[in-house]
């Protein structure tokens, strides 16, 4: 079946420092890719998303690049900011059969301090 | 203003008690869904509605029953709750079915089974 992994948690960097979460998926068909964030208390927000091989996502400083080769969807950030400190899941949406659903990894929680 | 709203926000109840979570989006969207997000941040999908018919039922035991009266609605009655009932429940909108439509959340409701 169709499944997500993420790199284990947590992570804690300074503000300013360089992010990478890793993330890499399993799925049958083609895929669309999605990082979804999680602030304290809250829902979740969708963060950036890419629909296609080779696909770029990008919102807020935060990018990923959908790369079929390699089965991954790595998210970066140049410079994180203590209001970047939250909880990040990668998903897959396999369409077809799979109505819609999305499947989640496990979640990074990432923490920035000043 | 807000997309997906969810009422409770929290909800503390004792075993054996009978309960409902409602949802209602205001985006206009088709489909709707209800998540579970455990102890651990993990989140797995358990049902999903297209135009008020059910089309995702994971493997969730039967005490769990959605009702959606309309397109903008899904409710979540649970019978008998057990211990391990206790997780943040969000609800989730999306225009349409397909691998391309990103998902807008509710800000969850957090169960407590005591």
């Known amino acids: 079946g169709d499944s997500v992994t993420q790199m284990e948690g947590p992570v804690t960097l300074s503000e300013e420092a360089f992010l990478t979460i890793n993330c890499t998926y399993t799925?049958?068909?083609?895929?669309?890719l999605f990082w979804y964030v999680q602030y304290p208390g809250e829902g979740l927000q969708l963060l950036l998303k890419?629909?296609?091989?080779?696909d770029k996502g990008s919102n807020k400083g935060f990018e990923a690049t959908y790369r079929k080769e390699t089965t991954s969807f790595h998210l970066e950030k140049g410079s994180v900011q203590v209001s970047d400190s939250a909880v990040y899941f990668c998903?897959?949406?396999?369409?077809?059969?799979?109505?819609?659903?999305?499947?989640f990894g496990q979640g990074t929680i990432l923490t920035v301090h000043p | 203003d807000t997309a997906v709203s969810q009422t409770p926000k929290y909800l503390v109840t004792q075993m054996g008690n009978d309960k409902s979570i409602k949802c209602e989006q205001n985006?206009?969207?088709?489909?709707m869904y209800w998540y579970k997000q455990d102890s651990k941040k993990f989140l797995k999908i358990m049902f999903s509605?297209?135009?008020?018919?059910?089309?995702i039922n994971e493997t969730v035991p039967n005490r769990f029953s959605p009702k959606s009266p309309d397109k903008a609605h899904l409710n979540l009655h649970i019978n008998s709750l057990e211990l391990g009932d206790s997780a943040v429940y969000f609800c989730?909108?999306?225009?349409?079915?397909?691998?391309?439509?990103?998902?807008?959340f509710g800000p969850g409701t957090r169960l407590t089974v005591t």
């Open positions: 509605y297209n135009n008020k018919e059910l089309i």
């Open positions: 985006l206009g969207h088709d489909t």
């Open positions: 998903a897959l949406n396999a369409g077809g059969t799979s109505y819609g659903k999305l499947t």
């Open positions: 989730a909108s999306s225009q349409a079915v397909g691998s391309t439509y990103e998902q807008y």
């Open positions: 799925a049958t068909g083609y895929p669309s």
């Open positions: 890419a629909t296609k091989a080779d």
